[in-house]
T-cell receptor
Framework: DTAVSQTPKYLVTQMGNDKSIKCEQN?????MYWYKQDSKKFLKIMFS???????INETVPNRFSPKSPDKAHLNLHINSLELGDSAVYFC?????????????FGEGSWLTVV | AQSVSQHNHHVILSEAASLELGCNYS??????LFWYVQYPGQHLQLLLK??????LVKGIKGFEAEFIKSKFSFNLRKPSVQWSDTAEYFC???????????FGDGTTLTVKP
């Protein structure tokens, strides 16, 4: 069983479209994250949720809207996609962000905006 | 602001060579430190971690790292690399109530057969 699963794995779309990436974790963790990895492999935190509550929003444009219906799910919706949004988006989870635990990553969603 | 610096952006080694990747962090309090590895086309996975206790920690696949508090460092080492160690290596830091882990910019390791 995959601990952190995200779909779709690959997504090619045109500028201006709206798209969503779904994420689920079956580890019973309290905290979930979205990270963005650009073409230079730099990994940046976008959002951090603890028990469905947003605790970190790292100056991400408001075109990106995360939603956490329960603590096992954290979806990412992106409006009006731009070329610069092309990246790999990793969902992740940890037992509790407040304890500084190990992060478990999903397999990534490769987004290409054309 | 808290940060993690990885000094080597790209390291190229021959098989059997020894490896040391540098990592320094910036934070004045107690930290948890990690090394994650990302094999080509895959997601990040934990290589090893330091929370407390023995500053020399051992991870998977023969990797180890040493926490030196006075130098704010957590360097990754392996005595003899293999071609299969070719990957991206990320150092990361977190601390109680941080709300997130802070990652370094990564080091690309290429091992030539």
């Amino acid at each position: 069983d995959t601990a952190v699963s995200q779909t779709p794995k690959y997504l090619v779309t045109q500028m201006g479209n709206d798209k969503s990436i779904k994420c689920e974790q079956n580890l019973g963790h309290d905290t979930m994250y979205w990270y963005k990895q650009d073409s230079k492999k730099f990994l940046k935190i976008m959002f951090s949720y603890n028990n469905k509550e947003l605790i970190i929003n790292e100056t991400v444009p408001n075109r990106f809207s995360p939603k956490s219906p329960d603590k096992a799910h954290l979806n990412l919706h992106i409006n009006s996609l731009e070329l610069g949004d092309s990246a790999v988006y990793f969902c992740a989870s940890s037992q509790s962000v407040y304890s500084g635990n190990t992060i478990y990553f999903g397999e990534g969603s490769w987004l290409t905006v054309v | 602001a808290q940060s993690v610096s990885q000094h080597n952006h790209h390291v190229i080694l021959s098989e059997a060579a020894s490896l040391e990747l540098g990592c320094n962090y910036s934070y004045g309090g107690t930290v948890n430190l990690f090394w994650y590895v990302q094999y080509p086309g895959q997601h990040l996975q934990l290589l090893l971690k330091y929370f407390s206790g023995d500053p020399l920690v051992k991870g998977i696949k023969g990797f180890e790292a040493e926490f030196i508090k006075s130098k704010f460092s957590f360097n990754l080492r392996k005595p003899s690399v293999q071609w299969s160690d070719t990957a991206e290596y990320f150092c990361a830091m977190t601390y109680t109530n941080a709300g997130k882990s802070t990652f370094g910019d990564g080091t690309t390791l290429t091992v030539k057969p």
